[in-house]
């Protein structure tokens, strides 16, 4: 903990970031907090919770708010999928951004089902080896078509359009949100229409999800949200070879055609 | 039973690009070719315009089929937006049976606007296979 602090307070004071985005314990809740060179003796408060907070969220207010600082930001192996992700659809300047990597403990790394736990380079933690686990998707997949419709209209029956989902997520960062447009959801009426509303969110993680769970998380209605977007998830790197969160350069197949030109992968072509 | 199913009309909903497809729908009332009415063509300036949105919004409403038809692979007037939708269709197809709706109720195909003779016989089949699935479970 102590080589993490020292890290974080060497980059400050050398003017390498002009702050720094991490956790303080406030009474025994970790929040975020922007440490500055000014306030370099509240870093004693920095800590690493037992669990995840979306830290890219915050950073995105603060790029918004001060577009030219270098900032650096605590990551685990989600956020910094996230990172790479947000440098792609440039909402960040990747070169601004210092990420400070935390490995995920062997239990975190399990209670997330995450396949890895690690950031690209880790200044605090061990890394482990991520999870391979896709029994939530086999589970659906076991059931035929009217089951799997009634399993999930049963599901999706329990939103209570708190859009908790949305607000959470690293990756909704659009400006203009289809889940409030009247023309394609009703608007302004709870229940939501389903399936539609999930429906939407979910072909929109397409290419986008970097698989953090961290919307099935915050939902109060316990909706498995994140199996439907590991599935669309898994179907861009099955037919497409696309996989979210690896490579700053590789573009989105559903927006791009990409190197490969205008070839139709085979896979697709039979479909 | 078997009453309800013989007078059960498919609604299916055909997404036509403005260059190709349209014109092929088109084509084929010029060369008065019979196809089914339950074919509603609606008209976009490309095949790449068709938000998966549109889809789902579709079958939300009840449509027991949604067809999506552009140019052919080359023939795009925009050069790719039919590469575009067939990767979009193809994942949403994967996700529609994820969540318990036959795929076989979405398809793209590709019809030029000289071929109204496709055109006629790619909406008769694709209503023929959806009037053999039956109602859209989605259908209230």
Known sequence: MDKLRNYVKELLESGEITGFLGLIDDGGHPIPHLFTKEHIDRLNDLVVPDFRYPMTDILLK?????????????????????????????????????????????????????????????????????????????????????????????????????????????????????????????????????????????????????????????????????????????????????????????????????????????????? | MSDVKESFEPKIIAFCCNWCSYAGADLAGSMRLKYPPNVLPIRVMCSGRISPHFILKAFQKGADGVLVTGCHYGDCHYIKGNYITKRRVTIMKDLLKFIGIDSRRLKADWVAGSEGDKWARVATEFTEEIRALGPSPLRG
């Open chain 1, 62 to 271: 603060i790029v918004r708010k001060y577009p030219e600082s270098t900032i650096g930001v605590m990551v685990r192996g989600c956020d910094d999928r996230a990172l790479i992700e947000l440098a792609k659809n440039q909402k960040i300047m990747s070169d601004l951004i210092r990420p400070v990597g935390v490995a995920c403990s062997k239990e975190m790394a399990e209670s997330c089902r995450c396949s890895q736990p690690y950031p690209r380079e880790i200044h605090y933690g061990e890394k482990v080896e991520g999870v391979q686990d896709r029994s939530d998707l086999e589970e659906v997949e076991s059931m035929d078509l009217s089951g799997r419709l009634d399993y999930w209209m049963g599901q999706f029956s329990k939103c209570i359009k708190c859009y908790g989902c949305r607000n959470i997520c690293s990756m909704c960062f659009c400006d203009q949100c289809t889940l409030e447009d009247e023309t394609l959801v009703m608007t302004g009426q709870t229940p939501p229409e389903i399936p539609i509303f999930h429906l939407i969110r979910a072909f929109h993680m397409a290419g986008r999800c970097i698989d953090c769970g961290l919307c099935e998380e915050a939902c109060p209605a316990h909706i498995p949200l994140r199996s439907l977007y590991r599935k669309v998830r898994e179907d861009m790197a099955n037919y497409l070879g696309y996989v979210t969160g690896k490579d700053e350069y590789e573009k989105d197949p559903l927006e791009f055609l990409g190197s490969e030109g205008y070839e139709v992968p085979s896979k697709i072509d039979e479909t």
